[in-house]
């Protein structure tokens, strides 16, 4: 386990940060911004469009398993992109399978190799290390591989690898250093035997036997795949799945989850970990529903417990910067500002900010257009799309049937449904009974389209054209007005007309 | 020890260089081919040999220079010869560090901090 280990802050820094500012009167930089992963990069590339004399301040605190990685972020190196490409790399598998009724002659059974698949994965991800990197250059950022503090509210202080003292000032902060993964402390054996996310990506050898811990969309997805490649794996839940998203969705994709081969430890929780001498892990976990204690033995235990900021080295207390007490998250207003007027928080660090690349390099990219262009608009962070990548995908827009009944009242929303089987499932007779989608509407008036949830392959690719649609306002005598794509699962959602309200059959029927 | 230089000539004798030099940092520039006179046919070459050479001295020590002729024009210009198809070089000038995907094509060889930063960064 590593030892966290932290130099008390040198008395002569304080001092050295007025000496550079009595000498100058002004700051060495226009923007700093503390984190290299998508908001913070975003920003600083926006700001230095407008000539902006710009710093970025990026360094990656190796995983207590001793992981680490370049810059870029969680989203390039330990989250979306592995994700994705394991994901297709389990798609693959599916599809090979499938491949058979289609007349090809694959021999069976199939055999997954995981350090190709990592190699793959992992050199991909070192060329876009290497791509920030050039960029940072070719757009004059100055880069630092150091972990900062807060000195005063314009300086920022630490130390390079090589153990030099660096010391930044700047006009403006942006804070940018989004969340790691969470460890269950209670659990006896939990930090010494565990892995997580940060870990999972960069194996060099396959984890083999698998339990993962917790119902997050990240331990859905990593379930996902490491069954879709072959390996034993369960996923144990305390309580719901999904939590936050439309439940009856979430219901749809552990169920499916379960037939593709998953195995489920529901109303679980682990109480220990313990090395065996064969070296594979003993996990004991309590049965909540019948209340006995159980065990079994796995070559790797992953948390996937929930994420959290990493704000204790920052030193926020010092310069004033107010964080939410529960969540250790930056409290931010609607234009990222913090408690403190020149100082801002974007991405996975801010408090009630969706943790999404996407919507991180657009508040940046935004705000980089506030603070230095002549732009005074600011982020909206309503009807954001997204996608859980699990083996059937899950993509979503707008609100969840619980979110708009909550709202608006479910004798005022109309719920269209439909269970739908993708044209080239038949053929694969592949078992379509989790393909699903619906469309929650507004009643009266326009019937305008609060949400729209779709459960399919290539769900992402599905919900991104009719995000743009809900963000203009879309009804629902409009969304029947556009006629569908043939063949294809996305044109269901022009067709839906079955209420849940009526009670009807909702399967489709063919054409 | 320092660094050293290595010159080569073809896909063959590339690999071979490279492979004698295994367990060492090796950085490789590949350019067209030069004719009698000295000057290549390729004149992105031509303005990045000189900004590449001016900063050899930043090689981490124990590393390896390879300067590679490619070929000819018409060489260059198959889509399969091999220094497309298997070491996947998509322009000549390239400068890249041999066994990573860190590496800078064409315009980005005329940047002299690109090339450094190539040279010293992880």
């Excluded at chain 1, 190709?116 to 990197?133: D, E, I, T």
């Excluded at chain 1, 989004?178 to 996310?197: C, D, F, M, N, Q």
């Excluded at chain 1, 529960?326 to 020149?342: C, F, L, M, N, Y």
């Excluded at chain 2, 390879?66 to 070089?89: M, S």
Aim: include cysteine; proline fraction near 5%; hydrophobic fraction near 35%.
């Amino acid at each position: 386990m590593a030892a966290l280990w932290r130099r008390p802050r040198p008395p002569a820094v304080s001092g050295l940060c007025r000496t550079l500012r009595a000498l100058s009167g002004k700051n060495q930089y226009d923007l700093l911004v503390i984190g290299g992963g998508s908001g913070g990069l975003a920003c600083a590339k926006e700001a230095a469009q407008f000539g902006r004399k710009v710093a970025v301040l990026d360094y990656v605190e190796p995983s207590l398993q001793g992981t680490a990685w370049g810059l870029g972020g969680t989203c390039v190196n330990v989250g979306c992109i592995p994700k994705k490409l394991m994901h297709q790399a389990a798609l693959l598998g599916s599809a090979l399978k499938d491949a058979q009724h289609y007349g090809w002659n694959i021999s069976q059974p199939l055999h997954h190799t995981w350090s190709m698949m990592a190699q793959g994965v992992q050199n991909y991800v070192k060329s876009l290390n290497w791509g920030h990197r050039v960029q940072l250059q070719e757009k004059k950022v100055k880069y630092f591989n150091i972990k900062g503090s807060f000195s005063d509210p314009h300086t920022v202080h630490g130390l390079t690898k090589a153990g030099k003292e660096t010391v930044v000032t700047a006009d403006n902060i942006v804070i940018a250093t989004g969340g790691r993964p969470k460890y269950p402390t209670h659990v006896a054996g939990a930090l010494e035997y565990g892995i997580t996310s940060d870990d999972l990506f960069w194996l060099k050898e396959s984890p083999g036997k698998t339990l993962i811990v917790g119902a997050s969309y990240v331990s859905l997805e990593c379930a996902g795949f490491l069954t879709g490649i072959g390996l034993d794996t369960t996923v144990m839940m305390r309580s719901i799945p999904l939590r936050g998203f439309d439940q009856q969705m979430a219901s749809l994709v552990t169920e499916h989850m379960e037939s593709y081969g998953t195995k489920f430890l529901k109303r679980c929780f682990p109480t220990k970990v313990e090395k065996l001498k064969s070296n594979k892990l003993q996990v004991t976990w309590k049965n909540a529903d019948l209340g006995t204690e159980e065990t079994d033995s796995f070559n790797t235990v992953m948390w996937a417990v929930g994420r959290a900021p990493d704000t204790k080295t920052l030193n926020l207390e010092t310069v004033g910067v107010k964080t939410n007490s529960e969540t250790g998250k930056i409290i931010v207003d609607a234009s990222e500002a913090t408690s403190v007027p020149h100082i801002y928080a974007i991405g996975d660090i801010a408090e009630g900010r969706p943790e999404l690349t996407p919507t991180a390099i657009a508040a940046g990219k935004l705000l980089a257009q506030r603070l230095f262009g002549q732009s005074s608009e600011l982020m909206d962070y309503d009807n954001v799309p997204t996608t859980v990548f699990t083996p059937l995908e899950y993509g979503c827009v707008g609100l969840s049937e619980e979110a708009a009944v909550q709202r608006h009242g479910s004798d005022n929303i109309e719920v269209y449904h439909a269970y739908y089987k993708p044209l080239e499932f038949t053929v694969a007779e592949r078992d379509a009974t989790q393909c699903y989608m619906k469309m929650v509407c507004l009643r009266e008036g326009e019937q305008r389209i609060l949400g729209l949830h779709f459960i399919g392959p290539n769900a992402g690719e599905v919900i991104q054209g009719f995000a743009l649609g809900i963000k203009c306002g879309a009804t629902y005598p409009q969304m029947m007005k556009t006629v569908g794509i043939h063949p294809t699962c996305a044109e269901e959602v022009t067709k839906l007309h079955i209420t849940k309200r009526s009670g009807l059959d909702a399967t489709v029927t063919g054409c | 020890m320092g660094w050293e230089e290595r010159q080569v000539r073809g896909y063959p004798e590339f690999v071979r260089a490279a492979q004698s030099y295994h367990g060492r940092p090796i950085f490789a520039l590949f350019c067209g081919d030069k004719d009698a006179e000295g000057r290549s046919w390729c004149p992105d070459c031509v303005t990045a040999e000189p900004v590449v050479r001016k900063e050899l001295h930043n090689l981490p020590d124990e590393s390896v220079f390879i300067y590679c002729l490619v070929g000819d024009r018409a060489y260059w210009k198959d889509p399969n010869n091999e220094f497309r198809k298997n070491l996947k070089l998509t322009g000549v000038p390239t400068l890249l560090k041999y066994g990573t995907p860190q590496k800078l094509v064409e315009e980005e060889c005329f940047k002299a901090e690109l090339v450094r930063m190539l040279f010293t960064e992880d």
